[in-house]
């Protein structure tokens, strides 16, 4: 009955129209406020760049979608916005009636809310031709797609930084002027065919720099027989849980169970633009059946500190537009040799990964632990694991165990229970050495230097009545525990949603609440409320609102943004990460200090088939101060006001 449901849905050109249309160029709602939901709840403010490499693998989703019927329980795992039932639901319906006939099927799966449906068909296809491996030169060139991508920001008011100055007076002081001019430039160039050849070239000259100071180039060659994937020039690599190779931002979010779980993606294409986070040089994976191995080289410079033939720290900004910033530029150089074999089963996958590396002077600075790594080996070090995943009816085990070439161990260790489509917990528990060093890792852990840290966090999200979802997360670690109460009621066929949080970190208190509702068909409305407080020596208050609309027109040719919020956060402990609405494929989210009203406008219009055109102008008002930032950056006077202006191209 199923198979004649979906064959008559298939025939109907209603729906098949339906899926068309909803397979856009911008990401889903839902997808995004899951990266919000992360940044803001983990307390720590990742960069910009970091939040683009997540994003990135949404965008190719968009160009190229999963096929579902080659799909594995890896490849929906990897979606995030299904859980574990979910997940099951669809396996056991490709077993049951075989490959899906279209994606409407989906909505037949007993488990899967429509609304969920019509999300993640965006990233999905039933397309064979998609998959297959065998192509020629000609099929490659006939089929090229290609995207451009150019920026402009600037801040409205001068910083000292830009401010005239005597020629005598910079020589005494060179460190109290930028180098270039003002604003940042940003360009990117994509061309991709057939989901089977990718190139992309990335060039970036942030505020103060001289001439085009970022540029990356990587070129992937994906699908080829044997060879499942070929990257050359800048590329990312995820395995396992993150201990030894992932060196990309990581999702740590404190009210969603599958956050604490990782899902290793392997090589792919770099496209950030974080200056010292990418790998630079040649990345294979072969397949044969059950069997993966990669194959990973690096060899590229970075930004440090030196004094006397040694470095003692690595610089993270890629900032370059002051004397002394242009000069660490690339002064360190980093050669890396990786790999990792995985076995991939029904429901068990078992990998080992492995990476040698070596800087090219020591290490002088005051961390004893670098030192005695630095010393041994002369300067190689090291860093091997072996991970594993194991499904169990309705339970998911994860972990991963890694040493270093000194013998410091990590080790971090879960499982996920999903026993219906209401109820899903994680628990997690890690133990990361003292001693214990991994540069390009980047596990699940509270601070960026892993070493040290012993404790668990357990996660239990569940489903009330139609509308209420609601998580229970506590963590705790030798000197830290977090607690978090999150419940969230979403109307979606009214456009309501209302969700409450409350986090309890050590003397920190932090009280959310959040509103948004359907005004019209073109309008949507939005506030929220935060309220701090930190109990130190004294009891120190901090609190936010804001008020938002949002216009949407049906076709799609325009939408329109405008927020304004007030807040009164007096001291450090206090502050408040909020999310803002920015251009494509950009993510903002600033942390409120001081006492201020802000504001912003964010526009999108659509004057062309293939173009479009975001304009953003978001500016703070300081009422407890004269002046903001402070040395280079200082701002003679209470305002801060930042415009953008973003173009991009598609053919």
Same mark, same amino acid.
């Given at each position: 009955?199923?198979?004649?449901?979906?064959?008559?849905?298939?025939?109907?050109?209603?729906?098949?129209?339906?899926?068309?249309?909803?397979?856009?160029?911008?990401?889903?709602?839902?997808?995004?406020?899951?990266?919000?939901?992360?940044?803001?709840?983990?307390?720590?403010?990742?960069?910009?760049?970091?939040?683009?490499?997540?994003?990135?693998?949404?965008?190719?989703?968009?160009?190229?979608?999963?096929?579902?019927?080659?799909?594995?329980?890896?490849?929906?795992?990897?979606?995030?916005?299904?859980?574990?039932?979910?997940?099951?639901?669809?396996?056991?319906? @490709?077993? =049951? #009636?075989?490959?899906?006939?279209?994606?409407?099927? +989906?909505?037949?799966?007993?488990? *899967?809310? /429509? !609304?969920?449906?019509?999300?993640?068909?965006?990233?999905?296809?039933?397309?064979?031709?998609?998959?297959?491996?065998?192509?020629?030169?000609?099929?490659?060139?006939?089929?090229?797609?290609?995207?451009?991508?150019?920026?402009?920001?600037?801040?409205?008011?001068?910083?000292?930084?830009?401010?005239?100055?005597? @020629?005598? =007076? #910079?020589?005494?002081?060179?460190?109290?002027?930028? +180098?270039?001019?003002?604003?940042? *430039?940003? /360009? !990117?160039?994509?061309?991709?065919?057939?989901?089977?050849?990718?190139?992309?070239?990335?060039?970036?000259?942030?505020?103060?720099?001289?001439?085009?100071?970022?540029?990356?180039?990587?070129?992937?060659?994906?699908?080829?027989?044997?060879?499942?994937?070929?990257?050359?020039?800048?590329?990312?690599?995820?395995?396992?849980?993150?201990?030894?190779?992932?060196?990309?931002?990581?999702?740590?979010?404190?009210?969603?169970?599958?956050?604490?779980?990782?899902?290793?993606?392997?090589?792919?294409?770099?496209?950030?633009?974080?200056?010292?986070?990418?790998?630079?040089?040649?990345?294979?994976?072969?397949?044969?059946?059950?069997?993966?191995?990669?194959?990973?080289?690096?060899?590229?410079?970075?930004?440090?500190?030196?004094?006397?033939?040694?470095?003692?720290?690595?610089?993270?900004?890629?900032?370059?537009?002051?004397?002394?910033?242009?000069?660490?530029?690339?002064?360190?150089?980093?050669?890396?040799?990786?790999?990792?074999?995985?076995?991939?089963?029904?429901?068990?996958?078992?990998?080992?990964?492995?990476?040698?590396?070596?800087?090219?002077?020591?290490?002088?600075?005051?961390?004893?632990?670098?030192?005695?790594?630095?010393?041994?080996?002369?300067?190689?070090?090291?860093?091997?694991?072996?991970?594993?995943?194991?499904?169990?009816?309705?339970?998911?085990?994860?972990?991963?165990?890694?040493?270093?070439?000194?013998?410091?161990?990590?080790?971090?260790?879960?499982?996920?229970?999903?026993?219906?489509?209401?109820?899903?917990?994680?628990?997690?528990?890690?133990?990361?050495?003292?001693?214990?060093?991994?540069?390009?890792?980047?596990?699940?852990?509270?601070?960026?230097?892993?070493?040290?840290?012993?404790?668990?966090?357990?996660?239990?999200?569940?489903?009330?009545?139609?509308?209420?979802?609601?998580?229970?997360?506590?963590?705790?670690?030798?000197?830290?525990?977090?607690?978090?109460?999150?419940?969230?009621?979403?109307?979606?066929?009214?456009?309501?949603?209302?969700?409450?949080?409350?986090?309890?970190?050590?003397?920190?208190?932090?009280?959310?609440?959040?509103?948004?509702?359907?005004?019209?068909?073109?309008?949507?409305?939005?506030?929220?409320?935060?309220?701090?407080?930190?109990?130190?020596?004294?009891?120190?208050?901090?609190?936010?609102?804001?008020?938002?609309?949002?216009?949407?027109?049906?076709?799609?040719?325009?939408?329109?943004?405008?927020?304004?919020?007030?807040?009164?956060?007096?001291?450090?402990?206090?502050?408040?990460?909020?999310?803002?609405?920015?251009?494509?494929?950009?993510?903002?989210?600033?942390?409120?200090?001081?006492?201020?009203?802000?504001?912003?406008?964010?526009?999108?219009?659509?004057?062309?088939?293939?173009?479009?055109?975001?304009?953003?102008?978001?500016?703070?008002?300081?009422?407890?101060?004269?002046?903001?930032?402070?040395?280079?950056?200082?701002?003679?006077?209470?305002?801060?006001?930042?415009?953008?202006?973003?173009?991009?191209?598609?053919?």
């Amino acid at each position: 009955m199923r198979r004649m449901i979906a064959s008559l849905l298939l025939l109907t050109g209603s729906w098949v129209s339906y899926v068309e249309i909803v397979r856009g160029q911008e990401l889903p709602d839902k997808v995004t406020e899951m990266l919000i939901r992360s940044v803001e709840e983990s307390g720590v403010m990742p960069d910009e760049s970091g939040i683009e490499e997540i994003l990135d693998y949404y965008r190719e989703l968009l160009h190229f979608p999963l096929n579902i019927n080659n799909a594995g329980r890896e490849d929906l795992e990897r979606l995030i916005i299904l859980t574990d039932w979910q997940v099951e639901a669809i396996l056991s319906y @490709k077993e =049951e #009636f075989g490959n899906l006939l279209s994606l409407n099927e +989906l909505y037949n799966i007993p488990g *899967l809310p /429509s !609304q969920l449906v019509s999300i993640i068909i965006q990233f999905l296809t039933t397309d064979t031709e998609s998959s297959k491996n065998k192509y020629s030169a000609k099929d490659l060139c006939n089929n090229l797609g290609f995207e451009m991508i150019s920026r402009v920001k600037c801040l409205i008011e001068k910083e000292k930084g830009f401010k005239p100055i005597s @020629k005598s =007076e #910079f020589e005494k002081h060179p460190d109290s002027r930028y +180098l270039g001019p003002r604003g940042q *430039l940003y /360009s !990117q160039f994509k061309v991709e065919s057939m989901n089977h050849l990718n190139c992309a070239v990335t060039l970036e000259r942030d505020a103060g720099e001289k001439g085009v100071d970022y540029k990356s180039i990587n070129l992937s060659l994906i699908n080829t027989g044997c060879i499942e994937k070929v990257i050359i020039g800048d590329y990312s690599a995820r395995f396992g849980q993150g201990l030894v190779l992932w060196n990309t931002f990581a999702m740590n979010s404190y009210s969603d169970s599958k956050g604490l779980m990782k899902y290793p993606v392997g090589i792919s294409p770099y496209n950030s633009t974080d200056e010292n986070r990418s790998l630079r040089g040649a990345a294979v994976t072969f397949r044969a059946e059950k069997w993966r191995f990669t194959l990973l080289v690096s060899q590229r410079k970075y930004d440090a500190r030196v004094v006397d033939g040694t470095y003692t720290s690595l610089l993270k900004t890629g900032l370059h537009n002051t004397k002394t910033t242009l000069e660490r530029k690339g002064t360190l150089g980093g050669s890396l040799i990786g790999s990792n074999l995985t076995w991939s089963g029904n429901n068990i996958r078992v990998s080992q990964t492995s990476a040698i590396y070596r800087y090219s002077m020591p290490y002088g600075g005051r961390d004893s632990v670098l030192r005695k790594r630095d010393l041994s080996m002369d300067r190689y070090q090291g860093n091997f694991s072996l991970d594993g995943y194991w499904t169990l009816k309705k339970v998911r085990f994860f972990g991963e165990v890694a040493a270093d070439h000194i013998g410091s161990f990590a080790a971090i260790a879960g499982a996920l229970y999903s026993p219906s489509n209401r109820l899903e917990t994680a628990l997690v528990l890690r133990n990361y050495s003292e001693e214990y060093r991994a540069p390009f890792a980047s596990p699940i852990a509270r601070n960026l230097s892993i070493g040290g840290e012993r404790g668990g966090r357990i996660c239990s999200t569940f489903s009330i009545g139609k509308y209420w979802k609601t998580a229970v997360t506590f963590e705790l670690l030798k000197d830290y525990y977090n607690l978090t109460l999150y419940a969230t009621k979403s109307i979606e066929e009214k456009g309501i949603s209302t969700s409450i949080k409350y986090n309890w970190s050590d003397q920190r208190h932090c009280f959310r609440y959040n509103h948004s509702f359907r005004i019209s068909s073109k309008f949507t409305a939005c506030y929220r409320f935060d309220f701090n407080f930190f109990t130190g020596k004294e009891t120190d208050i901090g609190f936010h609102l804001f008020g938002e609309t949002v216009f949407k027109a049906f076709s799609g040719k325009f939408d329109a943004s405008v927020r304004v919020a007030y807040f009164n956060v007096p001291v450090w402990e206090t502050r408040v990460y909020v999310y803002e609405r920015d251009a494509l494929h950009n993510f903002s989210i600033p942390f409120y200090y001081g006492e201020g009203i802000r504001c912003y406008l964010n526009v999108h219009i659509a004057p062309l088939k293939k173009g479009d055109l975001w304009l953003r102008i978001a500016s703070t008002r300081y009422l407890d101060r004269n002046e903001n930032g402070e040395g280079i950056t200082l701002i003679s006077c209470p305002s801060k006001s930042e415009a953008k202006l973003q173009l991009r191209l598609s053919l």
